[in-house]
């Protein structure tokens, strides 16, 4: 569905990114998650034409992104990072004259009309002087009420209040239901990990890792942290054959890591000593990067 | 699904015609149009109508002056400033003409006539009995006091012609038959003739007369004359041959006296009278032996070749300088000298009494300009005719083959004029020379008498009327009466011949040639009151009397600045909400998020940057025609004649065409610039100073006049694309120049939103 290949731009200082290979496909939700200044707008302006690369290619359902840009976007919908509307009296006005300009009827209007009233939208605002919040719901009604095939979200839900992301998530779980490919920024990894079928950490313009989130979730191993009430125990403990990942004997704490089969066996095991407590380590999309970054940080240290 | 080519699959709603739809879709977009007029409509239509009501207020004040009677009035004075020049100088050629023509004829005719007689009676004393018996008698006494007297041979002559003499003295004295000049010439016949006598006494009285009387001419016409050396020759071997021809070979000394005058008076002529008397002579010669018996019997022939002769010489020579006055002026920087000829001062190598060096006034004759004394203040005059002579001294440049020519041709009706009053004064001549006052009078009647009927001709025309009497022109209904016309030219006519004549005398008594001083004068006398001021005080007179102030104020002021100004502000601010507005706030992200090409987008805003000129440019041509029709209706004569409404067409064109390129700058700049401070600050920045430099170099332009122009300003006008809107072509109805001006404005238009387009078609945007 969209072909990125090795796609450069180079704003020098390190700006820009390069030589980005990715390929999404149909009905896939790709989360790109990264820090301030990764790359993440300049892909998402170079898959919208805006910015030409300076190497590389783009192809949306086989058209050239740049070149071929106007006619791509009869399939995209999409939401700004920063998001300022033309000078128009209303939001309605605005979605009308984005809808007309997108080829949209009458009839189309409905699912427009089912957004706006789940986003708590009031679409009468001057759109100019809309508070930050209200600008990105119009956003997203625009981006959302065309079905689009494809939705590419920069940061969508910037100023959105909690409820209300949660309400854009659940539009975006619908869109992702419906067949959309998606393709959503975000520095908040967890929505990325509610919405998104892979993620892809950009840092310093590259692509430091691409993961499948059920990988990260559904990994075949658990780890937990427990804590013994005396030190006879805790060194008793720490004989048994595992393996270990941090130990802190000031306190008698060890955490461990075991297959996910092996979880009964343990807590069995441990019914023998004087445990003080024992939690499991959660595991999730946070900690994957947490990890990717630490090990990148170390390489660039031993480099 | 679709299966593409690189291996891709479409989605199942994929519809190709719309992507074709989409390449089909025309540059316009009348969606963005539309969000572009609704968002700018407001500021447009308060634009529109400050811009109408400045140009409303400006024309509608502009009809309630009537500066064209001022401007009429100070063009008038130059008008008068022109038929006093004229007049002076119709009334002075007249006067030195007629004057002129009379003195030659007399004394051509009188001189003529009195050799002539003179030459006859000296021949005819040789046969004058009375004297030669008169001569007989003393020669007896010259013998007898010379027979008794003692001494040498010289003291013996002496003492006898002295005797001879006292007695041929008294009787001469005592002779009431002669007058003193003939007194004269006969005691100095006769002491010429004792002188020979004495030489040798053996010779008759008529014998020794016929040498002692030409001899007495001789001496006599020298005494007078101051003959050089070549021509007392000349003269002698005349006098003598014609007193040969008359008592040897007999002929009659009637004839021979007149042949003889013939050849005598060119050589009594000076340098200024030897022309006009060689070309008279030659004539009568011509009609004498074409006919001596009527010559001598018909007294009418010879005046009537005189005065014909004389008076074709004068026009002659009036011709030969008559055409400089239609020769192109130029501004003569140097001061001259009174012959036209530029003057430099030269040390004598003396001290005045102060111990200062003396120097010595100079004409210079060649092209040398640094030894030239500049005009004070370098304010030049108008040249004269005698500058216009010498141009080549005064400028290094001769003038054209062609010119020449064309004011030949110029002249020739001028001196046909002067040749036909010139010969109706000639039939006024007569025996006795006319008085001064009366050749002036004759000179002033006539001047006078063409005003009049100029004058009467001009108000007919004027007026469409068919007065016949001077008096019938009132200041009621003239600019001033008939009355006082006439007396105004009576004090031109007056004046001019008065100031000719005080001029010639004190040219002739400075030393100058008769031809000098009369042409000097004719020139200098004419001059009037605003002819004598510096040329270019009168350069800027002339200059205010021409000015068009309607076309100023609302061509220059107006249409090319105030006017200007508002829309200028609006389209650079209308530029920059256009486009790089809405790339700085990213709004454009959502119009290209839609199947709107950057094309499509860039070419609307376009369209709708020259629509809103247009529309501003409609606006002001409507207000214009209307303030133009309310300011007629109030009765505004001035606005029809300074302000005719094709005039307002095209100063609408030319600031419609100055907003359009103004627009293209704005457009370029908010196309390249994608933070509007930049956008503003370029384009709005080249705008303002072409503004500011407009403003600026209005003071160099040549429609302000020159009291308050500063020349040096204008340089600032090639420094603005404002300029190539040029009003001044409109009020001098120079089209070709003002559409050939307006084509450049058209040309930055194309170019600035041709380039702008191609820019943003190609630039990243940071959306």
Redesign the interface.
Known sequence: MIEINNVTKDYKKGRGNFNIDLKVYEGEALGIVGENGAGKTTLLRQLMGYVKSDKGNIFILGLDAYKDSAKTKKYIGYIPGEINFPDVKTGIIFLHNYGDSLGMKKEDYAYAEEIISRMQLDVRAYPKRMSKGMKQKTAIVAALMLKADILIMDEPTIGLDPLMREEFLKLVLEQKERGATIIYTSNTVNELERTCDRVVLLTKGKIASSVKVDDVINRPYRDYKIEFNNNGDYKLFLRNKMQIIRMQDKYNQVSIRIKKNDVPILMKSLTRYDVKFISEIKYDLNSYFEEVRKGSEENERND | MKE???G????K??DET??TE??R?RLF?R?LFK?SF??SKRGLFIVSAGNSIIIMIIILILSTLHVNATSSALKDLFSNADMETTIKESAISLYSGFSNLDNAYHSYYDGSNALETTLKKAIDEVEDTTLTSSISTVQTLYDLTYRFSSGTEIEKTYKAKNVAMVTVRNNIDSDDSMNEEEKEFAINVISNYFDIYAEDKSQSVENILLVAIPNTLVSMIDDDYQLSEDNLNALSSYIYNAFNEVYEEDKNSDNVSIEYTFKLLPLLADSNSEALINQITNSLMEAYLLDSEAYINDENIKKTIIINKAASYIVDVVSETAFYKYLPNFIVDYQTSVLGYPITYVWTGEYDENGNEYYDEKEIYYYRPELFIKVQGDMGTVSTILEKKHKEILTGECYSEEEIEQAKLDSLSDIETFKEKLDSFALTISDTPKEDEEISDFASNIVIEEIQNEVINRFNEKNNTNITDISQITAENYSMSGETIMNVARGYVASGIACYKALYKEYLESGLSQSDALEAASINGSKGVIDQLPGKVGENLSEMGDMNIYGIVVGYIAFGLAVLLIPMVYTILSAK?LVSE?VE???L??????????R?FIFTEAVFLIFEEIFMAVTILITSILSFLIGILMGSEDLLISLPIHDILLYVLGNFAVTLAISGICFLSSCIFNKTNKAIGIGGGINIAFFIFSILGLFGTNAIPGTVRISLMGIFNYETIFTLFDPLAVMDNNLGVFFFKLMFLFIITIITYYVGSKIFE?K????
């Open positions: 593409m080519t690189n891709l699959t479409l989605p709603n994929f719309k992507v989409t390449k879709n977009s969606a969000e609704e968002s909400s809405k706030t990213g709004s992200s959502f119009t290209l998020s839609t199947p709107t090409t950057r499509s190609k990243d945007l940071p959306l």
